[in-house]
């Protein structure tokens, strides 16, 4: 039987997404950063809070073993940009007009009430079609750092934007290959439509048939 694995970030508690994880799904192997990918993991989460690039850092050799290997994939923040940059992308940069929802300590930004349509779901991308939903919903947003598609790789697709600066918000691998990355805090379900939580029993599901 295979099994979803999951990374995170340098210096980040694997539980915050974990426990997420294996409510969805049976066991979870959890994964050091600079760890190998093991023979039985049939699908690799990538997670974190922080910027990657920041510290200069690779992506996990794990992750990109998974890329290499067409095993379902899931970036979600940090790990967004952790797989966009194992494909050939730029790390994140600084939005100077960047929007976050509810005061953060540390963070820059104006200040939005969720419920205002301002990410576009790219119809006929997998995340939309995971999701159920095209166009126009509500999010938190990019965050303060992002990409854009002068830092997107060129193999991926932007599966959603963020609609006033253009900020990528989900990118995907065309075609059969199940490679997804997301900005959205999927940890938080409350703070995203209705639906999202598709992403990641999708990935689940597909790990185990792996």
């Known amino acids: ?5 999951l990374i995170t970030a340098h210096g980040e508690d694997s539980d915050v997404f974990g426990h997420v994880l294996r409510a969805v799904g ?3 192997r959890m994964l050091a950063p600079d760890a190998t990918l093991p023979p039985d993991v049939g699908g690799l989460l990538v997670f974190g809070e922080s910027v990657f690039g920041a510290m200069g850092e690779s992506p996990p050799p794990a992750l990109l073993a998974a890329v ?8 979600v923040g940090w790990g967004m940009h952790a797989l966009n940059v194992a494909l050939g992308g730029k790390p994140p940069v600084r939005m100077a007009d960047s929007i976050t929802v509810g005061q ?4 820059r930004g104006r200040i939005i009430e969720l419920g205002k349509m301002r990410t576009f779901l790219t119809l006929g991308g997998k995340v939309a079609a ?9 999010t938190p947003g990019p965050g303060e750092f992002a990409i854009r598609e002068a ?7 932007a599966s959603a934007y963020d609609i006033e600066t253009g900020a990528i918000e989900a990118i995907e691998m065309p075609g059969y290959h199940w490679i997804i990355g997301v900005a959205w805090p999927l940890h938080h379900l409350d703070l995203l439509p209705a639906r999202f939580d598709n992403i ?3 990935f689940v599901e597909r790990s185990i048939d792996a």
């Not at 290499?68 to 970036?75: F, K, S, T, Y």
């Open 130 to 138: 995971t999701i159920g939903a095209g166009g126009p919903v509500a």
């Open 26 to 28: 049976p066991e979870v």
């Open 151 to 157: 830092e997107k790789a060129s193999v991926l697709m």
């Open 104 to 107: 953060r300590p540390g963070r």
């Open 200 to 202: 990641l029993a999708s």
């Open 68 to 75: 290499e290997a067409d095993i379902p994939v899931l970036g």
């Open 1 to 5: 039987m295979k099994f979803p694995a």
